[in-house]
């Protein structure tokens, strides 16, 4: 099952990380722990597509416990090594470059809620449960995400129009 996992999605598992890392150096160690972590145990899946998902879920985690632990450390060790950041290459349709860009300036857990919620179509349960936040959390990053995102790429968001039924209440007579 490994093997037809990375023979068949290992791609587009790189390029859902790399949206995540920035980079594709890191999305590559990402996807590589995701995968160990995955099917290092006893794992056994019924198909590709749970395989998938759980590695899929695992890239998030991992993604999350790195942003924790080592986001000022990396970024201090590429400023003072004076090492360019590397061209990112996405290969999923309907993202540009800028989108690409301003995806990249977000703070990691809020990045992660935007690309699970608006790239992978999880749910806010589905979201929360992989991120291991509550269901309001989530709707915060994202919001705060599309939000900055929308700063970032002069854009606005469209104004979601809720259908409202009045009902006239009258008191006492």
Same mark, same amino acid.
């Given at each position: 099952?490994?093997?037809?996992?990375?023979?068949?999605?290992? *791609?587009?598992?790189?390029?859902?990380?790399?949206?995540?890392?920035? !980079?594709?150096?890191?999305?590559?160690?990402? @996807?590589?722990?995701?995968?160990?972590?995955?099917?290092?145990?006893?794992?056994?899946?019924?198909?590709?597509?749970?395989?998938?998902?759980?590695?899929? #879920?695992?890239?998030?985690?991992?993604?999350?416990?790195?942003?924790?632990?080592?986001?000022?450390? #990396?970024?201090?060790?590429?400023?003072?090594?004076?090492?360019?950041? *590397?061209?990112?290459?996405?290969?999923? *349709?309907g993202l540009t470059r800028e989108l690409v860009d301003a995806l990249a300036q977000l703070p990691p857990r809020t990045r992660?809620? @935007?690309?699970?919620?608006?790239?992978?179509?999880? !749910? @806010?349960?589905?979201?929360?449960?992989?991120?291991?936040?509550?269901?309001?959390? @989530?709707?915060?990053?994202?919001?705060?995400?599309?939000?900055?995102?929308?700063?970032?790429?002069?854009?606005?968001? *469209?104004?979601?129009?809720?259908p409202v039924q009045t009902t006239e209440v009258r008191r006492g007579a």
């Amino acid at each position: 099952m490994l093997d037809q996992l990375v023979r068949e999605r290992y *791609p587009r598992l790189l390029s859902r990380a790399t949206l995540l890392c920035g !980079s594709r150096h890191d999305a590559e160690d990402l @996807v590589q722990d995701a995968l160990v972590a995955t099917f290092g145990g006893r794992a056994r899946f019924d198909s590709i597509g749970e395989a998938e998902h759980y590695v899929r #879920r695992a890239i998030a985690t991992r993604f999350i416990d790195r942003g924790r632990r080592t986001t000022r450390e #990396r970024d201090a060790h590429r400023r003072l090594a004076g090492h360019a950041q *590397p061209v990112v290459e996405i290969q999923l *349709p309907g993202l540009t470059r800028e989108l690409v860009d301003a995806l990249a300036q977000l703070p990691p857990r809020t990045r992660a809620c @935007v690309v699970l919620r608006h790239l992978e179509d999880l !749910s @806010v349960r589905e979201t929360a449960d992989t991120l291991n936040l509550s269901e309001g959390a @989530v709707k915060r990053y994202t919001a705060d995400a599309v939000a900055l995102l929308n700063a970032a790429l002069g854009t606005t968001a *469209p104004a979601e129009t809720i259908p409202v039924q009045t009902t006239e209440v009258r008191r006492g007579a």
